[in-house]
């Protein structure tokens, strides 16, 4: 079964980093995208960086010149590095993935999501 597991949230003050990590694990034969989304309350998900198997990256404007995702494919790893972070960007952040699992039909997996709460 594939798995995406993911870490690095937390509470953080205005201006400060925090750096996620999610993992994919299982019977791995390709590995598309993988990126992160984000909700915050009331809000609808939306996309905030997303990491091609070219090595071509996306961001959100909103996050552009202060987020930075990166991947190690020697691990199914994808990390997002988050510096100068505002109110605004709290919210459940989920790994995602699109990939092909000797195990399954599914290509599109989500992570648990992690709680990433910027404060005052």
């Known amino acids: 079964q594939v798995q995406l597991v993911e870490s690095g949230g937390g509470l953080v003050q205005a201006g400060g980093s925090l750096r996620l990590s999610c993992a994919a694990s299982g019977r791995i034969y390709r590995l598309d995208f993988m990126g992160w989304y984000r909700q915050a309350p009331g809000k609808q998900r939306e996309l905030v960086a997303r990491?091609?198997?070219?090595?071509?990256?996306i961001y959100a404007d909103s996050v552009k010149g202060r987020f930075t995702i990166s991947r190690d494919n020697a691990k199914n790893t994808v990390y997002l590095q988050m510096n100068s972070l505002k109110l605004e960007d709290t919210a459940v952040y989920s790994c995602y993935a699109h990939l092909g699992s000797y195990d399954s039909d599914d290509y599109d997996y989500w992570g648990q999501g992690t709680q990433v709460t910027v404060s005052s």
């Open positions: 990491h091609s198997g070219d090595g071509t990256r």
